[in-house]
């Protein structure tokens, strides 16, 4: 599985980005899929995550209420929306595909990453 991570930039506190990533290979559909990000010198840390269906989602209290994630499994592409964006949001921010669909939060359970996309939030 393949994995491109798209939608990072430069955006002022307050402010509003959507980041894709878009799989090829494997069955996307049938994957749970997570966003991380990691900051410099910090270690990388889980963001939310969807199970296959989008039915079920959860996120990292630091982004509740401000992040979301969905997926369009027509298109292998997974989406977080994120709102009310503060400096510390700023990170490397990548995707992981989980095929065991198990929604977990620990990195160990995705052993597909995409090559990450920045975020950077000014204040």
């Known amino acids: 599985v393949q994995l491109q991570a798209s939608g990072g930039g430069l955006v002022q506190a307050g402010g509003s980005l959507r980041l894709s990533c878009t799989a090829s290979?494997?069955?996307?559909?049938?994957?749970?899929m997570g966003w991380f990000r990691q900051a410099p010198g910090k270690e990388r840390k889980f963001v939310a995550t969807?199970?296959?269906?989008?039915?079920?989602?959860y996120y990292a209290d630091a982004v509740k209420g401000r992040f979301t994630i969905s997926r369009d499994n027509g298109k292998n592409t997974v989406y977080l929306q994120m709102n009310s964006l503060k400096p510390e949001d700023t990170a490397v921010y990548y995707c992981?595909?989980?095929?065991?669909?198990?929604?977990?939060?620990?990195?160990?359970?995705?052993?597909?990453w995409g090559s990450g996309t920045q975020v950077t939030v000014s204040s």
């Open positions: 992981a595909a989980d095929p065991h669909n198990t929604g977990d939060s620990g990195l160990y359970e995705y052993p597909y």
């Open positions: 290979g494997g069955t996307f559909s049938s994957y749970a």
């Open positions: 969807i199970t296959w269906s989008g039915g079920a989602t």
